[in-house]
């Protein structure tokens, strides 16, 4: 590992299929539709953003010995990361999600099977405790285990930890430590239930934001779609970004992934809280224009040239 700086994702990553309806879905039918398959897992996803920001990351995680495992490391080691540590499993499927959209790329519907993430262990974390500590930063998900999950709080406490609760199901994994992170992205399902307060509205929003912050984490990053997103910190500071929506969008699952790179983005580079808002909601809106979860031309340069008009 060179002595540049870079950032250590330690989490899911995964094959994703993904299965998009041409028309309205009908339930409990077979829906005509169009599938597509790519790279993915949210911190795995995360990293490859960054990396096409600019940005160097070195990915811990764990794949199993089949073809699925195969694609994830040359496909994630070709857009930049680096994957010399990633832990290899014989005899075992590597982690997939699958999704269905809509006709409007929206997704209905979404499985996973992550069993192979609890192959990951105390024992993993500690032998690459050099890489983790020589981090400028580290980025998480609630896929792995529990008891790896708070080892990384307890013994990482000094470090800027920053975690992306996934869904409503895998943010109750940390509900109770949400004090641990210095920053958090939740949507606003994952808002409400780790702030612990009913969302109906947008002020039922940013209340929870704030019982988040109350917790003992200093950020807190609302994506919210269509809708833009909030931010929160511990100093009091409340900021609101939006743009206008496209018509077109191809493939939303992927936009809070890349909506937390261009977070991660700014904080190592001393970005105003603001720009760093505006510039992560038009990542997210980079990333809904491609098919794959990442947009593979994702950079500043896109970012910073999507339409000025979208702005509201």
């Known amino acids: 590992m060179k002595t540049d700086k870079y ?4 989490g899911a990553a995964n094959m994703d299929i993904h299965g998009r309806s041409i028309n309205a879905i009908n339930l409990y039918d077979s829906n005509p539709g169009h599938m597509h398959m790519s790279v993915g897992g949210v911190t795995r996803n995360i990293l490859e953003n960054y990396a096409r920001l600019g940005g160097k990351s070195v990915l811990l995680s764990v794949v199993g010995d089949d073809v699925y495992g195969d694609k994830i490391l040359r496909e994630s080691q070709e857009a930049g990361l680096d994957v010399s540590y990633v832990m290899r499993v014989k005899n075992h499927v590597s982690s997939t999600y699958m999704s269905i959209l809509n006709n409007d790329g929206d997704m209905t519907l979404a499985l996973s099977d992550m069993s192979i993430m609890e192959q990951l262990s105390i024992d993993y974390l500690h ?7 020589g981090a400028e930063l580290i980025v998480t998900d609630p896929s792995i285990p529990s008891e790896v999950m708070n080892c990384l709080l307890d013994e990482y406490s000094d470090m800027k930890i920053f975690v992306d609760p996934v869904s409503t199901g895998y943010a109750r994994c940390i509900e109770n430590r949400t004090g641990s992170f210095y920053r958090i992205k939740p949507n606003a399902m994952e808002c409400g239930l780790l702030g612990h307060h009913t969302i109906t509205d947008e002020d039922d929003l940013w209340q929870a934001a704030e019982n988040i912050i109350a917790s003992g984490t200093k950020e807190v990053y609302v994506s919210r779609g269509k809708e833009g997103c909030l931010y929160v910190d511990s100093t009091g500071n409340r900021l609101k970004s939006c743009l206008k929506p496209l ?8 936009a809070g992934d890349a909506f937390m790179a261009m977070v991660i983005y700014g904080c190592v580079h001393g ?3 603001q720009e760093t808002l505006d510039l992560a909601c038009r990542a997210g809106m980079a990333a809904i224009m491609s098919a794959d979860t990442i947009n593979k031309n994702i950079n500043m340069e896109l970012i910073r040239n999507i339409c000025e008009e979208r702005r509201i």
């Not at 032998?127 to 500590?133: A, K, L, T």
């Open 7 to 10: 950032i250590v994702g330690i």
């Open 127 to 133: 032998s690459n405790d050099r890489i983790i500590r």
């Open 247 to 254: 018509d077109d969008a191809v493939n939303a699952t992927g």
């Open 271 to 273: 970005m105003d809280r």
